[in-house]
């Protein structure tokens, strides 16, 4: 489907809807909100950092497109509910914001691990509780969750992550059988390794291995997930439902080359 022409004009099947992206403001999200902007959509910017925020919303408008930003802590419940009402009707939901620390689980501190659940698992369940009732109403609406590939691939490292993110895809095809009749598409993004201002500690720390990491042998760039984000919330993904696409450059073989 994307884009058509009109007197000349390009349209795009975004042109008139609104998208609320969590965590918009650097990263993965920063590259969903732009790329979404960039095909029609009105965007509803979320973050903490009002600084980053504005930048954000200023870029889109030089580029002729719309947008506004909310600031909200995720880790607060009533903070959730107030972006969500702030949002008003959406038409798009892309849960992107999460909190991640690669730490044993010894080194693990139960605020920590209340924190990745509150900010990974309870906020996109929140924001759909709230605005996914609206999609029903009008029959129409496309939630996108991002994940990891940490949800499903193990590491000494990193429980707490990977658990919230196991949960979150949970809820995507539990989401996707509750409102598919009505309209809605719920689809999941296991992101892998994404070269982005909060991994770089990361990468930098494992320098020589990341790279290596994927049959592609390189890490992956923000905006190669927002362009399957772009996919999953357009028509041409009209009968993907309930689906966790992994974008993470291919699995290695355990044999040698």
């Known amino acids: ?41 009105e965007v509803v910017v979320h973050g903490r950092d009002a600084r980053r925020g504005a930048e954000l919303v200023s870029a889109i408008a030089e580029r002729g497109s719309r947008a506004r930003f909310v600031a909200a802590d995720l880790a607060n419940a009533e903070d959730v509910e107030r972006l969500a009402a702030e949002a008003g009707e959406v038409d798009i939901l892309v849960n992107n914001a999460g909190v991640y620390e690669f730490t044993s689980t010894p080194g693990t501190s139960t605020g920590s ?41 193990v590491a000494p490292v990193g429980a707490a992550y990977g658990a919230s993110k196991a949960a979150l895809e949970t809820l995507t095809r539990y989401w996707a059988t509750e409102f598919g009749g009505a309209g809605i598409r719920v689809n999941g993004v296991a992101s892998g390794p994404v070269r982005t201002p909060g991994t ?28 399957v984000v772009l996919f999953l919330v357009e028509g041409r993904s009209s009968y993907v439902n309930g689906t966790v696409v992994a974008v993470h450059g291919g699995e290695r073989s355990s044999l040698p080359g």
Do not use: C, W
Request: glycine share 12%; no cysteine.
């Open 200 to 227: 770089e500690p990361l990468l930098a720390a494992y320098a020589d291995t990341m790279d290596q990491v994927n049959a592609r042998g390189r890490i992956g760039d923000p905006e190669e997930i927002a362009d």
């Open 113 to 153: 691990f209340d924190r990745h659940l509150a900010i990974n698992t309870r906020a996109p369940f929140q924001l759909v509780a709230a605005l996914a009732p609206g999609m029903v109403k009008r029959g129409h609406g496309a939630i996108v969750n991002v994940s990891s590939t940490a949800a499903t691939s």
């Open 1 to 41: 489907m994307g884009s058509s022409t009109q007197n000349g004009v390009g349209v795009s099947e975004l042109a008139g809807k609104t998208a609320l992206v969590t965590g918009a403001t650097a990263g993965i999200g920063r590259a969903v909100a732009a790329r979404l902007a960039e095909h029609g959509a």
